[in-house]
């Protein structure tokens, strides 16, 4: 099995088969992981059972509230784009799941069918979104926390989540509006590296505790400009037989919406997370 790690985030893996493990493979993966927080499988041949055995490796799968699922994997959700569609699923900068009490670990997505060309998706790792603060920067955000919420994304009042329900790709936008809206700390001690990690991001995160959204936007704003400036950008292509696995407390990504007139059809499992705790 080899590691290599990849230019602004993540780790590419080769020459291994995630259908046949060993111990000591699964070892040096999950301290990858931790470490890098995104691993790019290449060369893999999985159907939606050993799919679903993958994810369960890693911890209990999370069933997706909103997403369809696969008719006969409820584990699997479905994230498509017909030729037809003009939105795609994902299409900004985002981490799932922080509009949750307790955040998921993370997601593993594997490629079904690839447009011709694009559909590329790009992440971020907020690692290095905090290490390159300034050290007054970094005192202040150590004494926030924020608040997330799904209401505006999938909730009855949306407009995306409305398009969707009208495609047959999401459903209960009642269950959106009446998720609590989360207080989490804007620095995590990451719950794997110990590290602290950037916890905010433009898709869930609406404003500081205590401050007004007004008073928030501005540097939220600035958080997320200079987490994702180009060199920190790392570009994950996807070929037949390419898996990503993330972990959403320390990356963001971004499913690129460029391949009008094609279909791009992913399947996605979700791993549940545990609290996240503020980095002291």
Same mark, same amino acid.
């Given at each position: 099995?080899?590691?290599?790690?990849?230019s602004?985030v993540?780790?590419?893996v080769?020459?291994?088969?995630v259908?046949?493990?060993?111990d000591a493979?699964?070892?040096?993966?999950k301290?990858?992981?931790?470490?890098?927080?995104?691993?790019?499988?290449?060369?893999?041949?999985?159907?939606?059972?050993?799919?679903?055995?993958?994810?369960?490796?890693?911890g209990?799968?999370n069933t997706?509230?909103?997403?369809?699922a696969h008719a006969d994997?409820?584990?699997?959700?479905?994230?498509d784009k017909?030729?037809?569609?003009i939105?795609?699923?994902?299409?900004d900068?985002?981490?799932?799941?922080?509009y949750?009490?307790?955040?998921?670990?993370?997601s593993?997505?594997?490629?079904?069918?690839l447009p011709?060309?694009?559909?590329?998706?790009?992440f971020?790792?907020m690692y290095?979104?905090?290490d390159q603060?300034?050290?007054g920067?970094?005192t202040?955000?150590l004494?926030?926390?924020a608040v997330h919420?799904?209401?505006h994304?999938?909730?009855?009042?949306?407009?995306?989540?409305?398009?969707n &329900?009208?495609?047959?790709?999401m459903s209960?936008?009642d269950? +959106?509006?009446? !998720?609590?809206?989360?207080?989490?700390?804007? /620095? %995590?001690r990451?719950?794997?590296?110990?590290?602290?990690?950037?916890?905010?991001?433009p898709?869930?995160? &609406?404003?500081?505790?205590?401050w007004?959204?007004?008073?928030s +936007?501005?540097? !939220?704003?600035?958080?997320?400009q200079?987490? /994702? %400036?180009?060199?920190?950008?790392?570009?994950?292509?996807?070929?037949t037989?390419t898996i990503?696995?993330?972990?959403?407390?320390a990356?963001?990504?971004f499913?690129q919406?460029?391949?009008?007139?094609?279909?791009?059809r992913?399947?996605?499992?979700?791993?549940?997370g545990e609290?996240?705790q503020?980095?002291?």
């Amino acid at each position: 099995m080899k590691i290599t790690p990849l230019s602004a985030v993540g780790a590419e893996v080769t020459e291994v088969d995630v259908k046949g493990l060993t111990d000591a493979q699964d070892a040096q993966l999950k301290a990858a992981f931790a470490q890098h927080g995104l691993l790019i499988f290449r060369d893999q041949d999985l159907v939606e059972t050993d799919h679903v055995d993958l994810a369960e490796r890693w911890g209990q799968i999370n069933t997706n509230r909103f997403f369809k699922a696969h008719a006969d994997h409820p584990q699997i959700a479905l994230v498509d784009k017909a030729p037809d569609q003009i939105q795609n699923i994902g299409g900004d900068w985002h981490t799932d799941h922080s509009y949750d009490q307790v955040p998921a670990l993370g997601s593993i997505l594997v490629a079904r069918t690839l447009p011709e060309t694009g559909g590329d998706t790009w992440f971020a790792s907020m690692y290095r979104a905090f290490d390159q603060l300034s050290d007054g920067l970094k005192t202040l955000l150590l004494t926030l926390n924020a608040v997330h919420s799904a209401k505006h994304v999938f909730g009855n009042k949306s407009e995306y989540m409305q398009t969707n &329900i009208s495609q047959k790709r999401m459903s209960r936008p009642d269950l +959106a509006d009446a !998720l609590p809206d989360p207080i989490h700390p804007v /620095v %995590v001690r990451h719950p794997l590296s110990g590290r602290p990690v950037l916890y905010v991001n433009p898709g869930f995160t &609406i404003r500081f505790e205590g401050w007004t959204q007004e008073e928030s +936007a501005p540097l !939220l704003n600035y958080l997320y400009q200079s987490a /994702v %400036v180009e060199d920190q950008v790392e570009v994950v292509d996807w070929r037949t037989g390419t898996i990503a696995f993330w972990d959403n407390r320390a990356t963001w990504h971004f499913a690129q919406n460029d391949y009008p007139g094609q279909a791009r059809r992913m399947h996605r499992i979700t791993i549940e997370g545990e609290a996240l705790q503020a980095h002291q």
